[in-house]
Nanobody, 126 residues
Framework: QVQLVESGGGVVQPGASLVLSCAAS????????MAWFRQSPGKEREFVAS????????FYATPVKGRFTISRDFAKNTGTLQLSNLETDDTATYYCYGDPVKTAMALQRGPYLGTWGQGTQVTVSS
């Protein structure tokens, strides 16, 4: 059974940085594309970033381009999302996602039939 567990969220001030991690188990990591999504209260879950099976194909949502960096470590079976220059609008629950079918490009659109993590909260507040 595939499982994804996020960690690294917290409360920070605007302009700060955080590193979110996603620990995966129960899968062949090179068979899954990975992505990060976020959801704020009252809003739909939205795409943040994705990385393909080989680790080379990477996409970002426009609001986070230049500030967030997605990566993955196949040896450790983990995914990482580095958040920098955080803004109050980045406040959300961040979810890790793994998909055995879709490419990193296709993960920018639903449906999402793969595996979700439980989420980690990021709060940006002065």
């Amino acid at each position: 059974q595939v499982q994804l567990v996020e960690s690294g969220g917290g409360v920070v001030q605007p302009g700060a940085s955080l590193v979110l991690s996603c620990a995966a188990s129960g899968w062949d990591s090179k068979s899954y594309a990975m992505a990060w999504f976020r959801q704020s209260p009252g809003k739909e879950r939205e795409f943040v970033a994705s990385v393909g099976r080989g680790g080379y194909e990477i996409f970002y949502a426009t609001p986070v381009k230049g500030r967030f960096t997605i990566s993955r470590d196949f040896a450790k079976n983990t995914g990482t999302l580095q958040l920098s220059n955080l803004e109050t609008d980045d406040t959300a629950t961040y979810y890790c996602y793994g998909d055995p079918v879709k490419t990193a490009m296709a993960l920018q659109r639903g449906p999402y039939l793969g595996t979700w993590g439980q989420g980690t909260q990021v709060t940006v507040s002065s």
